[in-house]
């Protein structure tokens, strides 16, 4: 299987700066359509010989199978996407034509002329689809008319058959092809939507939300009735600053990704984490009340003072306040950061939780 789809993949030559472009699925429709009608038109040209003894319309066949050919390998060696796709579809269009002219649209060719709008509308656009699309319907009332003035009698043959049975297998796979590429385009776009999403909601460094995403998040929750049971912390790495200085800032980085992933590690899912600016952290702990937060950020501290890493061992400081119904976020982060303002006075390395007649509970670690 896997020497096949080697094989196979190696008619479809990429071309690098299509891949993320709108010019992908054109660039495979080419590939497809080129390999395809060189086998196509040889099948063709073997059914007119052997079943129907039709040489003429074979030779037709045959011609349009080494211009397939050429046409491909043209491609491959120029990468000219315009030019392959307007040489692609005149000629299918002028084999077509070429055919229906010379049966005389007996037998239901006519139905061939059904491929042309889809075909030449994807290669070319609006304007080239349209213009191939209207020559080639003006062929095909041109000749019913013909067939209308010479009152002949409508006879079913066997290339009548034929004809219908190509012609709707060539509109199937076209159309399957089509939807690939809407379906594709699709997952494409609702990833790309998705990632977009992500990065407008979090901080390019550590993945915590940002400023933004928090504030929708939290405001939201503290219209509801249930505010009063949460609590907001800022949190900030002590002496981060010396870090930077002395082991530079990618080291620096990676403090901040170590300190972010230890967080999520030990908050809950429905507790919310942000980056705020800096070193600067702020966490929303649902359904806690200050005590319980404050036992809880004390055992993350204490758990990241233990893990001593090439620059040591990292300790914060942070200030709580607790949430209340009707109280502006931008009120609570005040509180907290006086909270985080009176750890920092008192040693650093400490969880403060903040009261409104600002009186504090400390603790150090």
Not at 154 to 180: C, D, H, M, P, S
Not at 322 to 336: E, F, M, S, T
Request: proline share 2%; net charge positive; aromatic share 14%.
């Amino acid at each position: 299987m896997k020497e096949l789809n080697r094989w196979l993949s190696w008619w479809y030559k990429d071309i690098t700066d299509t891949k993320y472009s709108e010019d992908y699925w054109r660039v495979r429709l080419i590939y497809h359509s080129l390999l395809s009608s060189c086998c196509v038109f040889l099948l063709l040209m073997l059914i007119n010989v052997f079943v129907f003894s039709e040489i003429a319309i074979a030779l037709i066949d045959g011609a349009g199978a080494i211009v397939s050919l050429g046409v491909y390998v043209f491609f491959r060696r120029t990468e000219s996407i315009k030019l392959t796709a307007w040489f692609l579809s005149i000629t299918v269009t002028f084999a077509m034509l070429l055919f229906l002219f010379y049966v005389d649209g007996l037998a239901y060719s006519l139905v061939w002329a059904t491929i042309i709008p889809p075909f030449t509308y994807f290669l070319l656009g609006r304007a080239g689809g349209t213009v191939l699309s209207v020559i080639t319907f003006i062929a095909c009332i041109y000749l019913v008319r013909m067939q209308y003035e010479s009152a002949l009698p409508l006879i079913i043959t066997k290339g009548a058959l034929f004809n219908v049975i190509e012609a709707a297998v060539v509109q199937v796979l076209l159309f399957r092809f089509y939807e690939g590429t809407r379906h594709k385009a699709f997952l494409q776009l609702k990833a790309s939507h998705k990632e977009s999403k992500r990065r407008s909601e979090t901080d390019y460094l550590t993945g915590a939300f940002n400023r933004g995403k928090f504030s929708s998040l939290v405001t939201e929750l503290l219209a509801k009735n249930s505010a009063n049971e949460h609590c907001l912390v800022i949190l900030d790495i002590d002496d981060f600053k010396c870090v930077n200085d002395k082991f530079g800032h990618d080291v620096g980085d990676s403090v901040l990704k170590m300190f972010t992933q230890t967080l999520k590690t030990q908050i809950r899912d429905k507790d919310i984490l942000a980056r705020w600016g800096g070193e600067e952290f702020v966490l929303l702990l649902t359904n806690l009340s200050s005590y319980d937060a404050q036992r809880r950020i004390e055992a993350i501290l204490e758990l990241l003072t233990l893990n001593n890493g090439s620059y040591g061992p990292i300790s914060f400081s942070a200030g709580i306040t607790p949430c209340q119904r009707g109280v502006p976020l931008g009120h609570l982060i005040k509180y907290a950061d006086t909270a985080l303002y009176q750890a920092k006075n008192s040693g650093k390395g400490r969880v403060i939780i903040y009261s409104g007649d600002r009186e504090f509970a400390t603790q150090a670690i």
